[in-house]
């Protein structure tokens, strides 16, 4: 149950003031008031209180007012116990105050009641209140931004310098008082020992841990007799000195900053080395070869060492030169010696020229990793094994190549048969390159097949079927394999005008299908279940799908039309496209109306048909339209395995007629209009 004890060491009307602030879920609650023997009859009288519930003490009675009240409060952490804050009345309520079980609160004038910690009050009664002692371990600048910081953090602190001698005026000025440390390190700890004891010592150490020496700064600190220590790292982070994790943890930090800093200062030195150039090529490729080499090492020299044949023909490409003796032994001895100094790298260049000593020399492990670079310029590290494997191939089929054009396939009879066995080796060598090929194509088919030539199995189909007869004959509807369902929407009447596409756009608009198929009455397809066939080449990224369409007069074949420049367009009668996911599935920039299935959501989003085309009797298409689906990301797609006849003439144009002109506006029909 809870309960609460006041502690009355003020006034009578002080004590009746607070009792009236208390919260009002301690209205009711047991309570018990203890306030001096001079003053407990007036605050009885004033709170109106039972004798039971007034407790008068006195110093003489402390020990049974403790017990009585402790019995009280029965040891219970929901009880409380109330203090006034004020100056007057004896200490030793408040001491009662601190030794009663319960929560502990203190009341001051129109405040209401603080909860304290008793172990706050502790550290407190025990804490220093001396200055901070600040050890002065880390560079003028740096020990600047850790004061600011302290003083940010503790702006009524003062603080007290240690200095190494001399004393710097500058950072001296940074502290409220200082003093300079002399002698060894057992003189400094005993010349600050009388300020680490009594009620004036320091309250703590601030000890900048930075890689800035003070080595012997941070040895005093941490043996003073002080346990408060708030270490500064660069950065500014604060963790406490005395905990062996965090120290550890810092230890090992900046263990890795300085291996971080060797590192880059050994990078640094090695990218600033000389790179060796042999002179392994003519003046000609050399001098097509060195700007490649400066702009993969930036910045730095080039040492060439080249025969005297190349002495004036690389005049001024490099910055420094030897000059080779004749003779493989001299030339050795020579890069002997200039081997002492340290490369960066040693650049090889081959060629097909014959310069075999230069090569040599290169390929000896004297001047750094190596490098090779060919006619082109282009390089690649030695120890990358693929890459020298296919550069010797290479060259291997550009020498097969040479001696077949120029003949030069030998003067003997043994050279000319070792020319023969050789040439299969190169048909060999494009025939692996050819199957390779063939099986990562087909892979990729299989691939993409997998993720996005899925068959669509579910969906509705509105045929929209273009001219006829006045007095048409039943509709034969296309034949569909899955649950694919197919509807008869609208037969426009109409073959050519504006008002064709009034009655086309009205049809798509009244649609509620998930596709709308667009079908000349006089067309045919060549095979049953066409319509599959063109809804499997649907995905995410596809608006409209077409057919091949074949010329039932002339037997002319067209795959889409495609928009060249200055929007000039024409009929594909052949494959002059990018196939789009299959090779028999080409992206187009045109598809006409003797059949399209077009996804009735685009025409949402890109509009509708517009007024202007549809004026072609031989095969109308609307251009702009799939200029407008084409700039919102859509593709057209014409799938080469499904074929339609059309009887009409004039479908092997190669240009279109004026009607697929770029409309500037498009109708936007009203539903039921």
């Known amino acids: 149950m809870k309960r609460f004890v006041y502690i009355a060491s003020g006034s009578p009307a002080g004590t009746a003031a607070d009792m009236a602030r208390l919260p009002s879920q301690n209205y009711g609650v047991p309570c018990r008031v203890v306030a001096p023997a001079s003053v407990a009859a007036s605050i009885m009288d004033a709170l109106n209180l039972s004798p039971g519930e007034m407790i008068s003490c006195s110093s003489s009675s402390f020990a049974a007012v403790w017990f009585r009240l402790s019995m009280f409060l029965r040891f219970s952490l929901q009880s409380h116990v109330i203090c006034c804050k004020s100056s007057g009345g004896p200490r030793w309520l408040k001491l009662l105050a601190l030794l009663l079980p319960g929560k502990l609160y203190f009341v001051e004038s129109n405040q209401p009641p603080q909860h304290c910690s008793r172990l706050q009050l502790v550290r407190a009664a025990i804490a220093g209140q001396g200055p901070w002692c600040v050890f002065a371990s880390a560079s003028t600048a740096r020990l600047q931004q850790i004061v600011t910081n302290f003083r940010e953090r503790y702006p009524h602190a003062r603080l007290h310098g240690v200095l190494r001698s001399p004393a710097d005026p500058v950072i001296a000025s940074f502290f409220d008082t200082w003093q300079e440390v002399r002698g060894t390190r057992v003189a400094a700890i005993a010349a600050l020992l009388p300020r680490c004891l009594g009620k004036r010592r320091f309250q703590g150490i601030v000890l900048p841990c930075t890689a800035e020496g003070g080595a012997a700064l941070k040895w005093i600190a941490w043996l003073l007799p002080i346990w408060r220590i708030e270490a500064y790292n660069e950065q500014l982070d604060v963790f406490f000195g005395r905990n062996p994790l965090l120290m550890l943890k810092h230890a090992v930090w900046r263990m890795r900053q300085r291996r971080d800093r060797v590192r880059y200062e050994t990078a640094w030195h090695h990218f600033s080395l000389p790179v060796v150039i042999i002179g392994s090529a003519s003046g000609y490729y050399l001098k097509k070869i060195i700007p490649a080499v400066r702009a993969a090492f930036p910045g730095v020299q080039l040492h060439g060492i080249i025969p005297r044949s190349l002495e004036r023909p690389t005049e001024g490409l490099f910055e420094a030169r030897t000059i080779l003796e004749p003779g493989i032994f001299g030339a050795l001895r020579q890069c002997w010696r200039l081997s002492r100094r340290q490369f960066q790298a040693c650049i090889i260049p081959c060629t097909t020229e014959p310069y075999l000593r230069m090569h040599l020399l290169g390929w000896l492990p004297l001047f750094g990793p190596r490098y090779i670079y060919n006619e082109f310029g282009d390089g690649f590290p030695v120890r990358n094994t693929r890459m020298l494997l296919r550069h010797f191939t290479w060259r291997l089929r550009e020498l097969l190549s040479f001696q077949i054009a120029s003949s030069a396939a030998g003067r003997t009879a043994a050279v000319r048969l070792m020319h023969l066995s050789v040439y299969p080796l190169r048909l060999m060598l494009g025939l692996g390159v050819l199957l390779r090929v063939r099986l990562a194509s087909r892979v990729r088919r299989l691939q993409q097949t997998g993720e996005h030539a899925r068959p669509i199995r579910r969906a509705v189909v509105d045929m929209i079927y273009l001219g ?46 998930d596709f709308v198929c667009l079908m000349d009455s006089c067309s045919r397809a060549a095979s049953d279940y066409w ?74 989003e890109a509009g509708y048909f517009s007024r202007e085309c549809g004026s072609d009797a031989s095969m109308p298409v609307d251009a702009d339209f799939c200029r407008r689906l084409a700039s919102n990301g859509w593709r057209s797609i014409c799938n080469q395995n499904v074929t339609v006849f059309y009887p009409a003439g004039s479908a092997n144009k190669s240009e279109l007629q004026p009607t697929v002109r770029i409309a500037e506006t498009f109708e936007t029909p009203e539903v039921g209009s």
């Open 468 to 513: 006829g007869e006045a007095t048409p004959p039943p509709f034969e509807l296309p034949r569909t394999r899955g649950n694919i369902v197919v509807r008869v929407a609208a037969r426009v009447t109409s073959r050519y005008g504006t008002d064709r596409v009034r009655q086309m756009n009205a049809a798509i608009a009244a649609s509620d299908a």
């Open 531 to 604: 319509l599959d066939a063109l809804l499997q080449c649907f995905d995410e990224a596809t608006a409209q799908v077409g057919p091949q369409i074949v010329n039932a007069v002339d037997g002319s074949v067209v795959r889409g039309g495609i928009i060249g420049r200055e929007l000039k367009s024409q009929w594909n009668s052949d494959h002059a496209v990018c196939w789009d996911r299959r090779p028999e599935w080409l992206g187009v920039d045109l598809l006409p109306w003797v059949c399209v299935v077009v996804r009735r959501s685009v025409f949402l």
